[in-house]
């Protein structure tokens, strides 16, 4: 099963663009890599899943360079309710949900 | 389209006793996994259930056991309850591929 990497906790200013890394080094040809996030108390919700190249929908952009042993989540012009915990997941669902990100926007 | 729902979405229970959750995932979906998730140790894969049958198991005892019926709703029960096992108890339903939509969870204290 692939591990991940990703920063325990970033800091962000709202309307900035924020970009979260996630390390996988031993992706499997088959892994998908998939983002969620996750607010106090409630259920992780899925943002963004991509394969390689770029991945963009309507929260965010998922981007993946040719050797896909890491990922970028993207967040266009963050607000005060983006704060929360983003996690990156490699491969099936049974893939083991790291610590993730917590991140913070700051007015 | 309904998401995931989970009932009952809080509960307190004594140690010792036993507790049953219940989950409905999105119509049309057919797996459904089960998470628990505490501060100390994060988000765990308890096991997933695909068209009646435990398709995967997490490294948890036995005192935690669940089923799925026929119409993809699962329930999770855990018998002889411990402090430890408060948590969010979390579930997630998919269709295809890898994504899932998780419910609001079931928040347990277990006093």
């Known amino acids: 099963l692939a591990k991940t990497t990703q920063p325990i906790s970033m800091d962000s200013y709202e309307g900035q663009e924020v970009n979260i890394t996630c390390s996988h080094n031993n992706i499997a040809t088959n892994d998908y890599i998939t983002w969620y996030q996750q607010f106090p108390s409630q259920g992780p919700r899925f943002i963004i899943q991509?394969?390689?190249t770029k991945v963009t929908n309507e929260v965010a952009s998922l981007f993946i360079p040719a050797d896909r042993k890491s990922s970028t989540l993207s967040l266009p012009r963050v607000s005060l309710s983006d704060t929360a915990v983003y996690y990156c997941?490699?491969?099936?669902?049974?893939?083991?949900f790291g610590p993730g990100t917590r991140l913070s926007v700051l007015p | 389209k309904a998401g995931v729902t989970q009932t009952p979405r809080y509960l307190i229970k004594t140690r010792g006793q036993q507790v049953t959750l219940s989950c409905s995932p999105i119509s049309g979906h057919r797996s459904v996994s089960w998470y628990q998730q505490t501060p100390g140790q994060g988000l765990q894969f308890l096991f997933e259930?695909?068209?009646?049958?435990?398709?995967n198991k997490g490294n948890f005892p036995g005192r935690f056991s669940g089923r799925q019926f026929s119409n993809s709703r699962s329930e999770m029960n855990v018998s002889t309850l411990e402090l430890g096992d408060s948590a969010l108890y979390l579930c997630?339903?998919?269709?295809?591929?890898?994504?899932?939509?998780f419910g609001p969870g079931t928040r347990l204290t277990v006093t």
């Open positions: 997630a339903s998919r269709k295809e591929r890898y994504e899932q939509y």
């Open positions: 997941l490699v491969g099936g669902p049974l893939e083991v």
């Open positions: 991509g394969y390689k």
């Open positions: 259930y695909f068209s009646e049958t435990q398709r």
